[in-house]
């Protein structure tokens, strides 16, 4: 009697040639140049999950510090894939699930925890926000996708980025860790800043964006340039809620010029 399972050669040696060709080949190596880039993204993923950890745990600076980290990772891995040659759709595809852990859950449970509890609504706002943080990043892959789009158009955002949300919708706790009192007033503005953050990233207000400067710059700003980064990064290790805080501020007075930039583009086209 034949056996229902015979025994067969896995690598398909013993198949017929016709049939030899159709079976799949053994997978191949995955060289490391490819690993590297989704590593950085892994890593950026515990970040906002240390987030929340710290967030419960009631260590606000670590939270905030955390959050921050992963939008630096976030800034990071898809250049260091860019330059490997190691851009992967799977690559994609986690970085953007990583966007939402980092600059969609944990910033809302940060405010939650820290300033949105107890307050009316407060879990609403925080579900408000990190929705908003998720329709905005299912947005963005839609639009990577749209072969029409004109050149000039990849100089902005439409809506304000995750990470720039993120940091934006942490202003409320910059404000708090620099002594700001609390009370009534500054709940609601609590809420409504958040709130605003969060529609802010699916509104379609063009935001600029930083993807279209050239990766050589002229050499009589090198040294400039150098002593502003070092200038910047001594004073986010000194006052760092200060810088923060300053910076979220700028970002939001930058808005109005991204939009009168975007009309100019428009208008020549």
């Known amino acids: 009697m034949e ?32 690993i590297f880039p989704n590593l950085l993204t892994l890593l950026a993923i515990c970040s906002g999950l240390t987030s929340i950890r710290f ?6 600076e670590l939270a905030v510090a955390a959050i921050i980290f992963a939008a630096f990772l976030d800034g990071i891995d898809g250049r260091v894939a860019r330059f490997l040659k190691s851009t992967t759709r799977f690559g994609a595809e ?22 949105l509890n107890g307050l009316p609504f407060g879990w609403t706002v925080s579900l408000v926000y990190a929705s908003c943080a998720c329709l905005r990043l299912a947005r963005f892959n839609v639009a990577l996708d749209n072969p029409n789009q004109p050149e000039w158009q990849y100089r902005f955002f439409v809506g304000v980025p995750a990470p720039a949300g993120a940091l934006l919708a942490l202003l ?34 063009p935001t600029f964006s930083g993807k279209n400067i050239s990766e050589k710059i002229r050499r009589d700003l090198f040294l400039p340039l150098m002593i502003l980064a070092v ?22 007075l930058s808005i109005p010029f991204s939009i009168r930039n975007w009309g100019r583009y428009n208008a020549r086209r």
């Open 55 to 60: 967030a419960i745990e009631g260590r606000l």
């Open 94 to 115: 986690m970085d953007s699930l990583a966007d939402f852990v980092n600059f969609g859950v944990a910033p809302a449970l940060l405010l939650y925890f820290t300033i």
């Open 172 to 205: 409320p706790i910059y404000l708090q860790l620099l002594g700001t009192p609390t009370g009534p007033v500054y709940s609601i503005f609590s809420i409504l800043f958040t709130l605003a953050c969060g529609l802010l990233m699916v509104s379609n207000i």
């Open 3 to 34: 056996s229902p399972f015979p025994p067969f050669d896995p690598d398909g040696d013993d198949l017929p040639p016709e049939q030899a060709e159709e079976t799949p080949t053994r997978l191949r190596d995955v060289p490391l140049r490819t």
């Open 231 to 252: 200038f910047l990064t001594a004073a986010l290790f000194s006052y760092p809620w200060k810088v923060l805080a300053g910076v979220a501020i700028l970002y939001l």
